[in-house]
């Protein structure tokens, strides 16, 4: 059962509002704001910290399983945002394993990335 997420925090429905077309619309800095924050949230904030400084760490205290710690670590990170914590823990499976069993964290990077590129890209189009 997924949470449903409050309206004011939506940003699609932001984007397709009047609102949301007028601060976005031929605004390249709004944009280039908004890439910025996704590359530093995702990339540098949320990976490089979970998967690339704490996995590797984690394996001391919690041995074989502690991709299954990061995860549950990441979704309590979402606790100002509920509704994200079911899909934090799906992904576990999608970000904390491969980065624990390729020992890298590009794959995460790019998996969790994938959600800014769409997003960016959606944003690009009200932006042009």
Known sequence: M????PISRNFGEFLSSD???????????WFG????????N???GEELLFRGVLLPRMRGAFGDRDWVANGVLFATYHLHIPW???TALLDTFLLSYPAKRYQS????????????????LLVL???I
């Open 2 to 5: 997924a949470l449903p997420a």
């Open 19 to 29: 609102a949301g077309q007028a601060m976005f619309d031929g605004s390249w800095r």
């Open 33 to 40: 704001l908004f890439i910025t924050m996704g590359i530093f």
């Open 42 to 44: 995702t990339v540098l």
């Open 84 to 86: 994200v914590i079911p």
């Open 105 to 120: 964290t590009w794959i995460s990077i790019a998996a969790h990335s994938a959600q800014t590129v769409v997003i960016g």
């Open 125 to 127: 189009t009200v932006v």
